[in-house]
């Protein structure tokens, strides 16, 4: 309704006019904005953090020969960067490969030659090809990721072809046949004796013994020392081990549980490979692994466990291996006892070969020397007891790299010129709580080339005790020689005291 106010009409509705709400849109615009410039400012700083995820290589496979072709597999790894594979730290010939876009790799190489044992292979940066964004932060050049192949002879398979030709004894029975058919059962009796020591040296590769004679006499030797071959094939060891024993040399390669091995010889005539190569990995170790009653002659080192839980090594006759009779890589838990080890780098007239020098060892407790604890632990919780030692001219009857709660007792040492050796690993590693008591120490042996002569060397060794050894005068005192000082800067909390002179 609208009146006449005397001047002009003026309408009574009171509503108040609609009014373009014009603040509202201009904040709401205002908010898109600064959501779009807040998100470009913090999309150099994601991808600056994007990659999180730590470097790691594996290997396929991770033992072998030379010559062997690995496969190794990047994950983890800064996107865009170039990676230069090394061997023992040396790029040498091996090669660079590129980082996808998801931070992996996957290169081939061919495995050189090198002494036998762990090698190191690593993935080392060499510079990140930096994005369109100069914001992004460049990859740290140097060692990234790292794992362990371990290089091993090829098992001896050919051998076995050597065996079968022993089939030459029947020609000579068979001469014997045609002048007189009656001894021709006596030479039969006679080549009898000869299998018996066949089958004697390796119960495993009997088998292959057995085409050449009748299977009866390879029974027959058995039986000097069957009572416990037979004993042991029961738990299950047989299907383990004879599949990779095929011949009467050697070698035996065990990678499962549960294992014994018991009154096996096996020989060689070389300085290479190993008579039994116990081989786990730091998740899946050897476990239970038990060896008695053996001879093991030959080699290069005659029982080699790496990567073992539960190792027993007993009442075994090891001889003339080049660089070591028992060498323990990262084993946890276990006894070595009663074994006599004879003669090892005693016949090495080249003390150049790399990877040995003039090195040799008895009995030696070690891990591969790297940063990684996990991957390749310490030696740790052993008893080392009642095993004769002789004859290691060049270097050490009883040695323990960066070990970890290991006991000598009892044992005897003889013509060594360390008898024994507690000292750090490749990567100063300290040794600890290592006990040396009641122990042997006989005459001491120099030879030229050879290290000099100690008959307890500590290095940087924390915690344990050198207590009532008897000690040959032909080692130089102090008996127990702290390579750096029984001090803070040397050894500490090591207990030394009562030793005995023996002549």
């Not at 192949?149 to 001469?175: N, S």
């Not at 276990?334 to 090495?348: F, H, K, L, V």
Request: hydrophobic share 40%; net charge neutral.
């Amino acid at each position: 309704m609208s009146f006449w106010d005397g001047t002009h009409w003026v309408s009574d509705d009171l509503t108040p006019p609609v009014r373009r709400n014009s603040t509202r849109w201009r904040d709401l615009a205002a908010t898109a904005t600064m959501i779009i410039v807040a998100g470009a400012l913090l999309l150099p700083v994601v991808s600056t953090f994007a990659s999180t995820s730590t470097p790691e290589i594996t290997l396929s496979p991770r033992t072998g020969p030379v010559g062997t072709s690995v496969n190794i597999t990047g994950s983890g790894f800064e996107s865009r960067t170039k990676i230069q594979i090394t061997w023992d730290g040396v790029a040498g010939k091996m090669p660079v490969t590129s980082v996808n876009g998801r931070g992996a790799f996957k290169v081939t190489i061919t495995i050189p030659a090198a002494a036998d044992g762990a090698h190191t292979l690593a993935a080392d940066a060499m510079a990140a090809v930096a994005p369109k964004s100069a914001k992004v932060v460049a990859a740290a050049t140097g060692t990234l990721a790292s794992s362990v192949f371990t290089l091993a002879d090829a098992p001896a398979a050919t051998p076995a072809p050597t065996a079968t030709p022993a089939p030459t004894p029947k020609p000579t029975p068979a001469p014997t046949t045609a002048p007189t058919p009656a001894p021709t059962t006596a030479p039969t009796a006679t080549p009898a004796p000869t299998t018996a020591p066949t089958a004697i040296p390796v119960p495993v590769p009997a088998p292959t013994a057995t085409p050449v004679s009748t299977p009866a006499p390879t029974a027959t030797p058995a039986a000097t020392v069957a009572p416990t071959p037979k004993a042991t094939v029961a738990p299950t060891p047989a299907p383990t081990v004879a599949p990779v024993a095929p011949t009467t040399s050697g070698p035996i390669l065990v990678t499962t549980n549960d294992v014994t091995i018991d009154g096996v010889t096996i020989s060689s005539s070389g300085t290479t490979g190993y008579g039994i190569h116990a081989l786990g990995t730091a998740a899946n170790p050897v476990r239970n692994l038990t060896i008695r009653n053996c001879t093991i002659k030959g080699f290069n080192v005659s029982i080699w466990a790496e990567h073992v839980t539960n190792l027993k090594i007993d009442n075994c006759l090891i001889q003339d291996a080049d660089y070591a009779g028992i060498l323990i890589f990262s084993g946890v838990g276990g006894t070595i006892s009663n074994n006599t080890i004879q003669r090892i780098g005693a016949a090495r007239t080249n003390l150049t070969i790399a990877g040995k020098e003039n090195n040799a060892y008895g009995i030696a407790l070690s891990r591969t020397a790297t940063s990684d604890f996990v991957a390749n632990p310490r030696s740790s919780n052993f008893l080392v007891t009642g095993n004769l030692v002789e004859d290691v001219p060049l270097w050490h009857c009883y040695d323990t790299h960066a070990g970890d709660t290991i006991t000598f007792s009892n044992n005897i040492s003889r013509r060594c010129p360390r008898a024994y050796f507690i000292t750090l690993d490749g990567l100063g590693t300290q040794p600890k709580n290592v006990t040396l008591t009641g122990n042997r120490i006989e005459q001491a042996r120099q030879v030229s080339g050879g290290t000099n002569s100690d008959a307890v060397t500590l290095v940087n060794l924390q915690g344990g005790s050198v207590t009532n050894n008897l000690v040959s005068t032909t080692y130089p005192t102090p008996w127990v020689y702290d390579y750096l000082g029984l001090n803070a800067a040397g050894s500490s909390n090591v207990t030394v005291t009562g030793q005995v002179a023996i002549p």
